[in-house]
């Protein structure tokens, strides 16, 4: 749903090439993607999309 509107995603999960094809599929209804192959259960791989998302959100505020 977020995907066909052109949504900004942030896509996280242990099973990178699962990951990769659901990230294509999006991208394939007008999303833009972002992929982070991680364990959310590892503190320091759950701070890095942490990261990642407050990055895209910057973005989105400079571009307003």
Do not use: M, W
Request: aromatic residues 4%; glycine residues 4%.
């Amino acid at each position: 749903l977020f995907a066909r509107e052109g949504a900004r995603l942030v896509l996280a999960a242990r099973n990178a090439e699962r990951l990769a094809t659901v990230g294509a599929e999006c991208e394939a209804l007008g999303a833009e993607v972002v992929v982070r192959p991680t364990d959310i259960t590892d503190r320091e791989a759950s701070h890095a999309v942490q990261i990642t998302i407050l990055d895209i959100k910057k973005k989105e505020i400079l571009n307003f």
